[in-house]
Nanobody
Framework: QVQLVESGGGLVQVGGSLRLSCAAS????????VAWFRQAPGKEREFVAL????????RLADSVKERFTISADNAKNTLYLQMNNLKPEDTGVYYC???????????????????WGQGTQVIVSS
């Protein structure tokens, strides 16, 4: 079981930036697919970004593609989500997730991940 702890959320104005972090309990990035999802109040959890170094895959949701970047630091066992030019529709709780056996076609669906952090709140005010 992998422990994941997110941090870095907060209140930011439209057009601002935040960097979310997800600290993992061990070295997982070479074997696990890792991802960011978000959930706005009253809405379904949605895919934001994923990375699988084992498969050489990085994907971003169309709604964030030009503004967000996913990256990982092996030495720190930490996953990042750099968010620029934030919009009100980016508001929500952001979760990181990890899974060792997930297949590529399932990586966009939050229901297929076994390991989750507690979430960090992002509020973009206009």
């Amino acid at each position: 079981q992998v422990q994941l702890v997110e941090s870095g959320g907060g209140l930011v104005q439209v057009g601002g930036s935040l960097r979310l972090s997800c600290a993992a309990s061990g070295r997982i990035f070479s074997d696990y697919a890792v991802a960011w999802f978000r959930q706005a109040p009253g809405k379904e959890r949605e895919f934001v970004a994923l990375m699988s170094r084992r498969r050489g895959v990085t994907r971003l949701a169309d709604s964030v593609k030009e503004r967000f970047t996913i990256s990982a630091d092996n030495a720190k066992n930490t996953l990042y989500l750099q968010m620029n030019n934030l919009k009100p529709e980016d508001t929500g709780v952001y979760y990181c997730a990890a899974d060792k056996t997930i297949i590529l076609s399932s990586m966009f669906d939050w229901q297929h991940y076994d390991n989750w952090g507690q979430g960090t709140q992002v509020i973009v005010s206009s």
